[in-house]
């Protein structure tokens, strides 16, 4: 943890302190470059899917046809040639490869051998949920540690290191075992929420909670650090000569230093949420893509599963893009200057 934030950190010093891109062409060709790097990242992703699927044991002719039919027996060369032919198994592993690289660019992610259903329609009936968890378990995240942060940091020796210390216990511990003693105390013992997560108010409270309090370790240690070395700066002295009141200061000045390494933070949290979310809604048995993709996997429906893995690593990217933008709103210092 310590490696993450120390590294986030260096990166928003390294920003700083560099020379910024000049005028809006500047500034669009940063964007440009960032933009082809994420295309790039997305082709990876898209290709290492296809090839670990393609090598997985199992004919998938016959998995499909076994699906089906709800018998698993061998099948013959006779039954198996139809399908073949028509999903294009048959065909050159590089004409496979082309030929879901241009459907996937057509928007068209196949058909699920399971659910006999188009892999988009699923994806986007599941999406909902496990979008709705993610986003609401990073706002928490943030409401965790900002308080904490104020609360702790700058403020001597000792309360700062117990800030810290309870910031790397909140980030070492396991998402399943927090989920499931939240669910012991919270939902078995008191009651106060219900034992199955479902897509209700209540039942997003607990599996939020879980995802929640380990990455606000992370952004927790990630603000401190920076929260701590922006209070040694001299416009910290320059405002409280100027009568700004040390809780103005600390508010309205270095939080917004702050925040900077914590937003770059967000968008690496944005990949763990939605990876993190398969164990959090199995076990609060909440709809969502998370248990899809645990049945995809187990039942060998390779179109469902390249279709969540493609989708959740273009989401990430895009929040990673968007992240970089709020990254120049919130740093004066990194925009081009006219």
């Not at 988009?120 to 900002?146: D, K, N, R």
Request: proline share 5%; aromatic share 8%.
């Amino acid at each position: 943890m310590t490696e993450v934030s120390s590294g986030l950190t260096r990166r928003s010093r390294t920003a700083s302190g560099s020379q910024p891109y000049s005028g809006v062409s500047g500034l669009l060709r940063m964007l440009a470059v960032r933009i082809a790097s994420a295309l790039f990242v997305l082709w990876g992703t898209i290709t290492v899917t296809f090839i670990v699927l393609s090598v997985l044991p199992g004919d998938r002719a016959t998995i499909l046809l076994n699906i089906t039919s709800g018998q698993v027996i061998e099948r013959t060369p006779q039954e198996l040639a139809p399908i073949n032919a028509l999903y294009g198994f048959d065909q050159p592993i590089g004409e496979q490869y082309l030929r879901y690289f241009w459907q996937l660019l057509h928007g068209n992610f196949g058909l699920s051998f399971e659910l006999q259903r188009p892999v988009a329609h699923v994806i986007v009936e599941q999406l909902v949920p496990t979008f709705t968890l993610a986003i609401s378990s990073l706002l928490l995240a943030w409401i965790i540690a900002i308080p904490w942060t104020l609360l702790t940091a700058g403020r001597g020796r000792r309360l700062s290191a117990f800030g810290s210390a309870v910031e790397t216990i909140m980030a070492g511990l396991p998402q399943y075992w927090i989920g499931i003693l939240l669910l012991i105390v919270f939902a078995i013992g008191l009651r106060w929420f219900p034992v199955v997560g479902g897509s209700s108010l209540t039942g997003i409270v607990l599996p939020a909670v879980t995802l929640a309090i380990p990455l606000a370790g992370f952004i927790g240690h990630s603000l401190r650090d920076e929260f701590e070395r922006s209070m040694q700066e001299p416009f910290v002295l320059s405002a409280r000569a100027r009568g700004m009141s040390l809780r103005s200061v600390r508010l309205l000045h270095v939080l917004r230093h702050a925040l900077i390494p914590a937003i770059t933070l967000s968008g690496w949290a944005i990949g763990n949420l939605l990876s993190g979310a398969v164990l959090v809604e199995a076990v609060f048995a909440r709809p969502g893509l998370g248990n899809v993709l645990v049945n995809a996997v187990s039942n060998k429906d390779f179109a469902l599963v390249s279709g969540i893995v493609v989708l959740i690593s273009f989401l990430y990217i895009i929040i990673n893009l968007l992240v970089d933008v709020i990254y120049l709103i919130v740093d004066p210092r990194l925009r081009g200057r006219s």
